[in-house]
């Protein structure tokens, strides 16, 4: 059962979250490095892919010149980054909104002997950076624990003493 078997007005909510999935994942892959949300993102491919595939049974675009078509496409690009709206979801929001978004509530737990994950003890978070940045693994005891809640949005990051990030450290107490 294709997506396509429901109401035009689903298949386009559908798609529209499909597509905002990807860019996202592509934003993710561009600053992070990594994929957080795998499963996620093979739902948004596979839909995404039906879609492709059915405009082109349907032989859509076969007599478009592909530089017209191009061009129109960075006209409607250039005109939605310039577009403001109230929407919550829309990456172009008004920035009275995003200033209205709450700050994640972050917790940070530390934990000698480290940390498991999936049966053997948790990888340093930043040793997919280290790779991109061709500096060796880190290969200390991811001891710190970071958990930042953004509602729906749930973030774990695994550190050693070296790479936890400055605004996770916990206040030194001062010397008398």
């Not at 978070?125 to 970071?146: H, L, S, Y």
Request: one cysteine or more; aromatic letters at 6%; glycine letters at 6%.
């Amino acid at each position: 059962m294709t997506i396509f078997n429901d109401s035009i007005e689903r298949v386009q909510d559908r798609l529209t979250v499909a597509a905002q999935v990807l860019v996202t994942a592509y934003a993710d892959l561009r600053v992070r490095g990594y994929d957080k949300e795998p499963s996620a993102i093979a739902a948004a491919l596979g839909d995404m892919e039906a879609l492709v595939e059915s405009l082109r049974a349907a032989n859509f675009g076969a007599e478009g010149v592909l530089e017209v078509g191009q061009a129109d496409l960075v006209v409607e690009a250039n005109e939605f980054a310039e577009h403001a709206c109230n929407c919550p979801f829309c990456s172009r929001g008004l920035p009275e909104l995003a200033a209205a978004e709450p700050a994640p509530s972050t917790r940070v737990f530390r934990r000698e002997a480290g940390w498991v994950m999936a049966g053997e003890l948790a990888d340093c978070t930043t040793n997919f950076r280290r790779e991109q940045d061709g500096r060796p693994a880190c290969t200390a005891t991811a001891v710190w624990k970071v958990v930042e809640d953004r509602g729906m949005h749930l973030t774990i990051g695994f550190y050693c003493d070296a790479d936890l990030p400055d605004e996770h450290r916990p206040a030194q107490p001062e010397a008398a």
